[in-house]
């Protein structure tokens, strides 16, 4: 639904004055993005209260006045849902907020006093307006698609399925290996097989710990469950032949139906998402979790390492002027965040940042070229865990103290994490175990307890607030 005149005007002047920002949450599945943006809500309505913000200069200061929710721009998307995020972590026992499986928005207005401000002009008070969205996080992983061909993706996606990942598509790649491309479409045939992959996506994702999961939709599907824009799948590099004769393929054949249906999807499906979204961002942040990674084994953090470096490359960086922030905008400043700190103990910290950055050494680079101001930090959105010491030996050393998602409450040392990409000795010998905790109980209406989370908001928005 677009927004109506008075709002667009009134978005309008906000961006032309540099008094709104449009904030993407960038995280693949798993990687804590509904936390993220729970606590963000949630520390800025408690900012000046009992939010631990010492890190945010706005608030060190004295100037964060607090942040109220308001009606989001798009009457036709909902609300990004924070009261029952609240409730799922104020519950006894505390449970983490569900994890989003469709589109979803946020607006918040950041009310503050400004270094600067004339009481001639605008007076002491101003605001901020942000603008917040959330989706599913299978959903990123469509984007490269735009820029592929279904023979260029069919060839990609069949170079990946080796080693560990294949066992996980054993019964597609069965059932696909007896399929003509050349013969006639067979409706229930492509739906079956199309099925058959949706399950041997989500067996890789849930059984294996793999991020790079194509086309995201298989695995939420929403209203477009059953419907033939879902039924595709890509043809293994053994049936795909001459380029040339398969376009000359007649229309009706297994390969131009598959064909059609890819470009199709990109059509009416990724493209809007992309264009309604993706294409309006002025800041970014990108959630990584590295330690489920680890956890996984080498195949999979290379497989985390490949989305992330194909994902960062969708998005459009670069420095902003006037025009460009009403016209095109761009993202013009980007935090790289390693999630779950909690579930280390603090002097790892550095470790897992390193590794973050050496994760992402690649977009890294191509960003420093563009400009484009980057800072990268491990944190937890909200802390699970207390650091605590054990003595053993007559030496005291590090801990973790929590509650796994079981419900055993333990004292542990998790292990340690490599500071730079791991070899193959690393995985010989490493001895971590990077164990899921559910949330620490939460008082109800105490602002949540969090690592760096105000050091993530004052380089997101510190230069917006003064």
Known sequence: MPLSLPGYAGDWLERSLDRQVRLA????SRAGKTAFLTSLVNQLRHAGLDARLDMMSCAREG????????TQPDLSVPRFPYDQALAALEATPPDWPSPTRGISELRLLIRYKSRTSSRHFLGEQRTLTLD???YPGEWLLDLPMLRQSYQQWCEA?????????????EGFLDRVSRLDPAATADEQQLADISAEYARSLNSARNEGGYTWVQPGRFLLPGELDGAPVLQFFPLPMAQLGDPAALAELPADSNYQTLGRRFE???RTVIGPFYRQHFRRFDRQIVLVDVLSALNAGPDVFDDLRHAIATLMQSFDYGSRSLLSRLFNPRIDRLAIAATKADHVTPEQHDNLLSLVQALMAEPLRDLRYADVPVRSLSLAAIRATQARTVEHDGK???ALK??????????MFPGEVPSKLPDADFWQRQGFDFTAFRPAPQGSGEALPHIRMDSALDWLLG????
């Open 463 to 466: 230069d917006k607030l003064r």
């Open 402 to 411: 929590g509650t796994t998602e079981s419900g055993e409450e333990v004292l």
């Open 157 to 169: 996606l069949s170079a990946q399925l080796t080693g560990r990942r294949r066992r996980f598509a």
């Open 63 to 70: 100037r964060l006045l607090g942040a109220q929710r308001q």
């Open 132 to 134: 917040l969205i959330d």
């Open 25 to 28: 949450v960038t995280g693949l």
């Open 396 to 398: 005291r050393h590090p």
């Open 264 to 266: 199709h999807y990109k």
